[in-house]
């Protein structure tokens, strides 16, 4: 069984030995216990403020 501790409004993809996909994302602070093989994959996306800073970064 998978583990993985989501922060607040973090959004996670999960991808499938297929190369199928998925995304979690959760209100609140949690642990959360995902009942897949351990070939899972699991990623943190960027969340939206961090995705402004770059933008900005960019743009200055």
């Known amino acids: 069984m998978l583990r993985h501790e989501h922060q607040k409004d973090q959004e996670v993809k999960i991808t499938l030995?297929?190369?199928s996909h998925g995304f979690v994302?959760?209100?609140r602070r949690c642990k959360v216990s995902y009942d897949f093989p351990a070939h899972i994959k699991?990623?943190?996306?960027?969340?939206?403020?961090?995705?402004?800073r770059v933008v900005g970064n960019l743009i200055d």
């Open 17 to 19: 030995p297929d190369g």
């Open 25 to 27: 994302s959760t209100d």
């Open 42 to 52: 699991i990623e943190i996306q960027p969340t939206v403020t961090a995705q402004q």
